[in-house]
């Protein structure tokens, strides 16, 4: 169940009534894979009292190999074809980003009317806010510019699977994955 709603807000009551039980001891057994390191349930950011936020954390798989074997996927053929692949690339960005900024505080963006941003570190007054895109070629929502707009971040980047890193705005590039240990580093 929880290679299936990976990448997504954990709801407690409706994964609880999927397998039959109260979503306190879902909540229990959540906890015990999160303590164990297999899921990452990511809090939601709380910083901003003039939005209404979602306040429950989203789930991820730590591990995508396991991610993948879970969901069945065998070669990277059936995992582009797959409808989790958006959600797999964010994950294993997701973990990648938190891994290298290991004193920053991660937490995700999203208001109760969808303005959404995958990551948000923060350290001390700093802000950095993170987008992963699994295109090439990503286009940005108004609901991300809303986001920068509303947090206010020191810099913000969006993570797709591209050859070279390029600005979009100001405070604003496309990276690589291989950009995001550079990237610690700069902001350490």
């Known amino acids: 169940m929880c290679s299936h709603m990976h990448g997504q807000v954990a709801n407690l009551s409706n994964l609880g009534q999927s397998l039959g039980v109260s979503h306190t001891t879902i909540r229990a057994y ?21 939005k209404r936020l979602i306040r429950s954390p989203k789930l991820y798989i ?28 964010e994950g294993a960005v997701v973990e990648n980003i938190i891994t290298s900024f290991p004193r920053w505080t991660p937490t995700f963006y999203r208001t109760s009317d969808g303005t959404e941003l995958d990551l948000v570190l923060e350290k001390g007054k700093k802000r950095l806010v ?10 940005l929502t108004k609901g ?13 980047f969006i993570v797709a699977p591209v ?17 995001i240990s550079e990237l610690a580093k700069i902001f350490s």
């Open 130 to 139: 993170f987008e992963c895109i699994a295109t090439k070629a990503p286009e």
């Open 163 to 179: 050859d070279e890193e390029y600005p979009l705005d100001k405070k604003v590039s496309v990276v690589s994955l291989n950009k």
């Open 62 to 89: 730590r591990d995508s190999g396991i991610l993948h074997a879970l969901l069945g996927l065998e070669s990277f053929e059936d995992l582009m074809g797959h409808h989790l692949y958006g959600a797999s690339w």
């Open 144 to 156: 991300f510019w809303n986001s920068i707009k509303q947090l206010e971040p020191n810099s913000a």
């Open 30 to 50: 959540l906890d015990l894979l999160s303590h164990t390191f297999m899921i990452r349930l990511l809090s939601p950011f709380s910083g901003n009292p003039k």
